[in-house]
């Protein structure tokens, strides 16, 4: 691997989901952030794009280019990929989260706590209404969907669940 390129968190991500789907396109990736990652990890889409091209300089993606029609690039995990992959994934950390919540800022800040309540609550339950059928689909599946990801639904399933009573408390209380 070159040695001048640092791998960042996006690049640890992109590495992660191109050992499981084994080839992606800068699309499928951005995709399948949307589709769960994304809720406990912001990553802009645009580097979804700019992300692979620098894991190809550093050995650690492989790229082809479809010949025709819309020439899309297809990248693969390569061997030394799969090992920086291992090697971070091996290292324990014990960096907390950053939780960036406009309705805890407009809290913190002095806004209504009530109006507040009565305006997460619906957004929480959205999202775990949304988590819950993601568990059942993957109750379904059993071994497929790897044990990493059914125990960060399970996270997400508790912060929810917790949102959900701690804004329901505000929404209850007497202004």
Do not use: N
């Not at 580097?47 to 693969?76: D, F, I």
């Not at 950390?93 to 407009?106: F, I």
């Amino acid at each position: 691997m070159s040695s001048d390129i640092r791998l960042t968190p996006t690049s640890y991500i992109v590495l992660g989901l191109l050992q499981a789907a084994g080839e992606a396109t800068p699309y499928d990736l951005k995709q399948v952030v949307a589709m769960g990652l994304g809720d406990f990890w912001s990553i802009p889409h645009a580097q979804l794009y700019t992300e692979p091209e620098r894991l190809v300089e550093a050995g650690c993606l492989s790229m082809q280019r479809e010949q025709g029609g819309r020439r899309r690039k297809h990248y693969k995990i390569t061997a030394e990929g799969r090992k920086a992959l291992q090697e971070w994934l091996a290292e324990p950390t014990s960096e907390m989260a950053e939780l960036r919540d406009p309705g805890l800022l407009k809290l913190f800040f002095g806004a209504d706590p009530k109006s507040l309540a009565e305006a997460q609550l619906p957004a929480h339950q959205g999202r775990l209404a949304r988590y819950e059928e993601v568990q059942k689909a993957s109750e379904l599946a059993g071994d497929e969907v790897p044990l990493g990801m059914r125990l960060s639904l399970e996270a997400g399933i508790a912060f929810e669940r917790e949102f959900l009573r701690f804004w329901g408390r505000l929404a209850q209380a007497d202004s």
